[in-house]
Each structure stands twice: as structure tokens, then as C-alpha cells.
Nanobody
Framework: QVQLVESGGGLVQAGDSLRLSCAAS????????MAWFRQAPGKEREFVAS????????YYADSVKGRFTISRDNVKNTVYLQMNSLKPEDTAVYYC????????????????WGQGTQVTVSS
């Protein structure tokens, strides 16, 4: 089992930056990946970014490419999402997810989920 705990959400203004953290504990995910998804009220949960645990491979949604950066600290077992130039449409609950194998944009491929952290961007 893997436990994921997100932190770093909050209320910011458009154009501001925010960094989310996801601390992972439990079994190792050497062959897997970590990802961030988000869900706005009344919408489906959507992919934001993912990163392989043991390589530099990353994926981004088109809507965040160039503004958000996903990174990891293998020593701390923590994944980060640096969010710059935030827009009101980035407002959502952000979820951290972990996959036992491979890297994907699809939520069905992820085996473990955090409880989510709220990000609100005011205009």
C-alpha cells in the first residue's frame, strides 16, 4: 500500500504562483509514476501532469504546459507541482496519484490517491 498526503493549496490571485507537495509513504514505486489530477465543481477529474519515479519522463496537459512544472525528490519520497501564472480556470481540488507501473495520463492507470487539496484562483 501507498499513502499520499497533499499540501500547499490555498487562495491566490490570478498571475500568482503556488507549489503543491505530495508526500508518499509505504511501498516503493521504483517502476511506477506519480501524477497530479484536478477536479473543478461539476466537472470530471482531469489529468494535469505526471512523472516517472526513476526517470526524467514527464507528461503535461496542454492547458498547463509552460506554466506548471512537476518534479520529485526521491530521498524525501515527495512530488511537487510548481504552478506559475495561475488563472481562475485553474481553480479545482488537486489530487496526487501514484501508479505501480508505468506512466500515464489516464486516471484508471493510477492505483493510489491522496485526499486532495483545494486551489482557488481569484480574478
Amino acid at each position: 500500500q501507498v499513502q499520499l498526503v497533499e499540501s500547499g493549496g490555498g487562495l491566490v490571485q490570478a498571475g500568482d504562483s503556488l507549489r503543491l507537495s505530495c508526500a508518499a509513504s509505504g511501498r516503493t514505486l521504483r517502476n511506477g509514476a506519480m501524477a497530479w489530477f484536478r477536479q473543478a465543481p461539476g466537472k470530471e477529474r482531469e489529468f494535469v501532469a505526471s512523472i516517472k519515479w526513476s526517470e526524467r519522463t514527464t507528461y503535461y496537459a496542454d492547458s498547463v504546459k509552460g506554466r506548471f512544472t512537476i518534479s520529485r525528490d526521491n530521498v524525501k519520497n515527495t512530488v511537487y507541482l510548481q504552478m506559475n501564472s495561475l488563472k481562475p480556470e485553474d481553480t479545482a481540488v488537486y489530487y496526487c496519484a501514484a501508479a505501480n507501473w508505468g506512466i500515464s495520463r489516464y486516471r484508471e492507470r493510477y492505483d493510489y490517491w491522496g485526499q486532495g487539496t483545494q486551489v482557488t484562483v481569484s480574478s
